[in-house]
């Protein structure tokens, strides 16, 4: 059974540095083909895929995010870790960490889900 | 990249069909078969509906089917149920290696 569990801090001050971790088992980040990403949704909106990492730690960011984005693994702990710099008000939601079984973009798995706010 | 353009609402009785378009250009859904399809109910995660155009996962009712024509795709749920009641949205890979979702539909069974 694949699982997947973000953790992070709850409430950020504007120009912080988020960071958030996902645990995930069911599955090795060492095995050909297998990534972990993150997607995010504000509250009420739609969702927004932020950042992907394959097995050979090749790495895909959202154009519009790229500058502020950095997302690492460690395979030893079965973790994933994004950071996002300068974070702002509009930035408040949602975020997700997601798996796909076969290959991205398909996102079969996903976590619960962690709410972060950004307010001074 | 801009998101994909999806009707914010639909709606239908139960036991009717409906379809969902998701628009986008040729830079994403025209050019690949990597649109994929989620369902969310409020509170909780997105499911992944349907993958690579008309696949559907396993366990994943076979109501629910996808189709492309150009720049657009679209979601068809047949023989609708009150547990369809969902945000539906779609989602496609683009040129420059990225994901784009759509806006998102709010999906009313009458």
């Known amino acids: 059974q694949i699982t997947l569990k973000e953790s992070g801090p709850t409430l950020v001050k504007p120009t912080q540095t988020l960071t958030l971790t996902c645990l995930f088992s069911g599955f090795s980040l060492t095995s050909s083909g297998v990534g972990v990403g993150w997607i995010r949704q504000p509250p009420g909106k739609a969702l927004e895929w932020l950042a992907f990492i394959y097995y050979n730690d090749d790495k895909r960011y959202s154009p519009s995010l790229r500058s502020r984005l950095t997302i690492t693994k460690d395979t030893s702990k079965n973790q994933v870790v994004l950071t996002m710099t300068n974070m702002d008000p509009v930035d408040t939601g949602t975020y997700y960490c997601v798996h796909p079984k076969r290959r991205f973009p398909a996102l079969d798995d996903w976590g619960q889900g962690t709410l972060v706010g950004v307010s001074s | 990249q801009s998101a994909l353009t999806q009707p914010a609402s639909v709606s239908g009785s139960p036991g009717q069909s409906i379809t969902i378009s998701c628009t986008g250009t040729?830079?994403?859904?025209?050019?690949?078969?990597?649109v994929s399809w989620y369902q969310q109910h409020p509170g909780k995660a997105p499911k992944l509906m349907i993958y690579?155009?008309?696949n559907r996962p396993s366990g994943v009712s076979n109501r629910f089917s996808g189709s492309k024509s150009g720049n657009t795709a679209s979601l068809t749920i047949s023989g609708l149920q009150a547990e369809d009641e969902a945000d539906y949205y779609c989602?496609?890979?683009?040129?420059?290696?990225?994901?784009?979702f759509g806006g998102g539909t709010k999906m009313t069974v009458l």
């Open positions: 690579e155009v008309s």
């Open positions: 040729s830079s994403d859904v025209g050019a690949y078969n990597y």
């Open positions: 989602s496609s890979y683009t040129s420059s290696s990225s994901l784009v």
